[in-house]
């Protein structure tokens, strides 16, 4: 009251100004509470438009992780069933691979007995009959080592035992055998040796299934009249063999396939399916176990295959 009476006795002019500016800042306070409320009740219905879809994406949320879960739930029962199948398959591979061997080599040993036994000159188609024998039992055999060596690497059972030995030797012990095989076939094979002795830390086994699986399988596919060559060499501290043919080679989209277990091209090399697909399989896991590495170059179909592996020659080079 005494700010109004106070008011009242200023001249006009003043007064009036000094009550404009009252009403003022009357306006301004109204405005700005007025504005204010209308703010508050914007954002509270934001909120609440905001917990609303919080709410609707929790709930689709949930119904998705409960999906998720079950799905879950269904690929573990799905891989235990794929671990018991796979194991069933590995035990049924090595006591068939097991089992099979005794009576082979029964088969065998009586189908070599035969032949000793039959008479020479006439007796051709006996002696024809009694030699396929023999050549499907070795070929049966093979198979059988294969399959138990399939079975030890799904069961983890696969051991290397690794020694200090001479390559040299061994590559020549291998050769040896390999040539009988390539002669037969009227394939010329070259090996290209080494200057010097070449002393590597592996299984020796092992590696001499790699070089007569790779060998092997070359005067296989290579036509009467074909040329294989064998090279090996050392290079900062690894090992590195090739084996080169001038078969029929193998198609590029094949090339990486071909390591594969039970992997038979449609675009066979020969033209027939020779073999079971395994035994470029068991290489590669023979080189691996080795920390090596393997793998097969070719222009294409009519042009050749280069095979070639390479392994640490002491164990320093092996990565851990």
Not at 35 to 49: G, I, P, T
Not at 190 to 214: C, G, H, M, W
Not at 308 to 319: D, V
Request: with cysteine.
């Amino acid at each position: 009251m005494l700010i109004i009476e106070y008011i009242r006795q200023l001249s006009y002019p003043i007064y009036y100004t000094v009550l404009t500016a009252a009403l003022l800042l009357l306006t301004f306070w109204i405005a700005r509470r007025f504005a204010m409320r209308k703010m508050k009740r914007v954002v509270m219905k934001a909120e609440h438009n905001y917990q609303q879809q919080i709410a609707a994406l929790q709930m689709q949320l949930s119904g998705k992780v409960s999906m998720l879960e079950s799905m879950v739930e269904k690929l573990k029962l799905s891989n235990q069933e794929l671990n018991r199948l796979s194991e069933i398959r590995s035990k049924f591979m090595s006591i068939v691979a097991h089992d099979l061997r005794q009576p082979l080599t029964s088969i065998q040993g009586f189908t070599s007995v035969l032949m000793m036994d039959s008479p020479q000159g006439g007796g051709n188609n006996e002696q024809m009959a009694l030699n396929n024998i023999l050549k499907a039992t070795d070929n049966m055999n093979q198979l059988m080592a294969d399959l138990m060596d399939i079975s030890m690497i799904e069961s983890g059972k696969f051991k290397m035992d690794f020694k200090n030995f001479n390559f040299n030797q061994l590559l020549n012990d291998v050769f040896t055998l390999q040539q009988v095989n390539a002669q037969k076939k009227g394939i010329f094979l070259t090996k290209y040796e080494y200057p010097t002795d070449v002393t590597i830390y592996a299984d020796r086994f092992r590696i001499s299934q790699v070089l007569n699986n790779l060998l092997g399988n070359a005067i296989k596919f290579s036509p009467q009249g074909g040329r294989i060559e064998i090279r090996y060499f050392v290079q900062n501290g690894w090992l590195v063999c090739y084996v080169d043919d001038e078969g029929p080679g193998i198609a590029y989209d094949e090339q990486g396939k071909i390591f594969q277990k039970f992997h038979q091209s449609d675009k066979d090399r020969s033209g027939r399916k020779q073999g079971w697909g395994l035994g470029l399989s068991i290489a590669q896991e023979i080189v691996n176990a080795h920390n090596g590495e393997i793998g097969v170059e070719s222009p294409g179909l009519g042009h050749g295959a280069l095979f070639w592996f390479r392994i640490p020659m002491e164990p320093a080079s092996y990565s851990a």
